[in-house]
């Protein structure tokens, strides 16, 4: 249990899946905020985080779900954000 709250404390969901074999499985509530947790930790480090970045990082495929929770985390106020529409050309 340690191991897994260090890293919600200071890890993310991909060490996470890493380490999942010897750690305590996840609910879907635990894995939400980690995920969650994940996006902001990322955040810290770029102004501008891509789709496909977050959609490998929070190893999420579809594009709804992480959608749901961009604006779960937008909307708690967590961090602030913008979806940007890169225009073909």
């Known amino acids: 249990m340690l191991r897994l709250l260090n890293i919600f404390a200071f890890g993310n969901y991909q060490e996470y899946r890493?380490?999942?074999?010897?750690?305590p499985a996840l609910t879907p509530?635990?894995?939400h905020k980690l995920?969650?947790?994940?996006?902001?930790?990322l955040a810290e480090k770029s102004k501008k985080i891509a789709y496909n970045t977050l959609l490998k990082?929070?190893?999420?495929?579809?594009?709804?779900?992480?959608?749901?929770?961009?604006?779960?985390?937008?909307?708690?106020?967590?961090?602030?954000?913008?979806?940007?529409?890169?225009?073909?050309?």
Do not use: C, F, P, Q
Not at 35 to 41: D, G, K, P, Q, V
Not at 62 to 89: C, F, N, P
């Open 35 to 41: 995920r969650a947790l994940s996006i902001i930790s």
């Open 18 to 23: 890493i380490m999942m074999t010897s750690l």
């Open 57 to 89: 990082e929070l190893e999420n495929g579809l594009l709804r779900s992480l959608e749901d929770l961009l604006i779960d985390v937008i909307y708690t106020k967590t961090i602030e954000g913008k979806w940007i529409k890169r225009m073909a050309g």
């Open 29 to 31: 509530a635990m894995e």
